[in-house]
């Protein structure tokens, strides 16, 4: 059984760097084709993606946040780490961490299929 | 990047019903495209993937069709858990973007 939980500070000051860590079990990092991606959702507004670490360590990210993310990953832990530096109220977010549908599915395509719970973070003075 | 554009934003209808929500994107994205449900206060649940399979364990009466640049989730008989937002996904090229949704109401 697949599970994801993101974990992190519930508020950050503007200026600030958030760390978020999302802890999965049922499946490991290092086997072949498993991804783990970031998306957030503005309360109120639709989806964003923002970046997303595969098996070898290939990372990607959204341009849009102009260099501010990082992603990586710890497979003897299980988790996987989204930091964004320079945090504004524009920011403040539910930030969900997703598995990536199996390669046996969706072969390339970076479908997810379980998300984590989310995790409500405000930025604010 | 690419853009996708749901269409209608809002939906209202009664359970039986039909319904169709269309997702466009501003370029060709073959059948790279996902539909996700959303209810509130919960995480997306993945629906469909490359534009007409359907995820397990989602009900037959789901389905969608299309590729290129137009797209539709059809939903054959509304059901009361239903009402939910759906948003459309592009995975064909980084970053992968979503529509801003559509939320499907009760009438």
């Known amino acids: 059984q697949i599970t994801l939980k993101e974990s992190g500070p519930t508020l950050v000051k503007p200026t600030q760097t958030l760390t978020l860590t999302c802890t999965f079990s049922?499946?490991?990092?290092?086997?072949?084709?498993?991804?783990v991606g970031w998306i957030r959702q503005p309360p109120g507004k639709a989806l964003e993606w923002l970046a997303l670490?595969?098996?070898?360590?290939?990372?990607r990210y959204n341009p849009s946040l102009r260099g501010r993310l990082t992603i990586t990953k710890d497979t003897s832990k299980n988790q996987v780490v989204l930091t964004m530096t320079n945090m504004d109220p524009v920011d403040t977010a539910t930030y969900y961490c997703?598995?990536?549908?199996?390669?046996?599915?969706?072969?390339?395509?970076?479908?997810?299929?379980?998300w984590g719970q989310g995790a409500l973070v405000t930025v604010s003075s | 990047d690419i853009q996708l554009t749901q269409s209608p934003s809002f939906l209202s209808a009664s359970v039986g019903d039909r319904v169709t929500i269309t997702c466009r994107a501003s370029q060709g994205i073959s059948s790279y495209l996902a539909w996700y449900q959303q209810k509130p206060g919960k995480a997306p649940n993945l629906l469909i993937y490359?534009?007409?399979t359907l995820q397990r364990g989602v009900p037959l009466r789901f389905s969608g069709s299309g590729s290129g640049t137009e797209f539709t989730l059809t939903i054959s008989s509304l059901q009361p858990e239903d009402f939910a937002t759906y948003y459309c996904q592009e995975v064909n090229s980084y970053p992968y973007t979503f529509g801003q949704g559509t939320k499907l109401e009760i009438k």
């Open positions: 490359s534009a007409s």
């Open positions: 049922g499946f490991s990092l290092s086997t072949s084709g498993v991804a």
């Open positions: 670490i595969y098996w070898d360590d290939d990372k």
């Open positions: 997703a598995h990536r549908l199996s390669a046996a599915a969706a072969g390339q395509e970076d479908y997810f299929d379980y």
